[in-house]
């Protein structure tokens, strides 16, 4: 294998807990419905938006739109959306084996932070974190231009791809796009898309772990 030099990381699901998130959010999601006109009981929405979460990720609010007749509602479902991804940051849970293999890779390899949100809620994120100084440079794309900052990461690092891996927990988002540019790539088997299964080759990841601390076997080899 081509020597590693540069390690891209994910976010959400793959450094912290973000299912915790989500979990705190979906009662203000449901709320902010009802607070908008939508007929629904608090705890009925709550339970279905939960399903929403575990069966279909991919296309929560495609399917709540379409649940609760919202489809030409752009400005409830953008309400929704908003709220859903600016949940409160109290209570963030870093995974247990972030922090110790950030620390030891940090020197060893170039250490890039690759996120995708909304830029202010993903650099709140980082700081209760606590993880930005690890990172030669960090991006957050807003959703729909991950594709783009991937190239702009492996021209910031100037390195062929076959010399970056990628870690994430997205079969169809980061590893995928990596996949496509010619790089390693580990998927972080966690939270909401960890039972999904890749849907093609593309989508296939070259390594799989369920903690970052399997990571440094892997790079070191």
Known sequence: MVKIKAII???DNTLHDAEHLSELSIPEVVQEMID????ILLEEGIEKFRELLKNDPRNKFDKLAEMYSLENNGEIMEAVKFVYKHPRLDNMKILPGTLPALKELKGKFRLVL???GQPDSQ??????LGIRDFFEFILTPMTGEKARAFDEALGRLNL???EIFVVGDRTDGEIKIANDLGMKTVRFRFGKYGKLEARDDSEKADFEIKDLRELLDIVNE
């Open 9 to 11: 990381f994910d976010m």
């Open 36 to 39: 908008r006109g939508v007929k």
């Open 114 to 116: 690759l996120s995708q």
């Open 160 to 162: 062929h791809p076959e």
């Open 123 to 128: 650099n709140k994120r980082i700081d209760v």
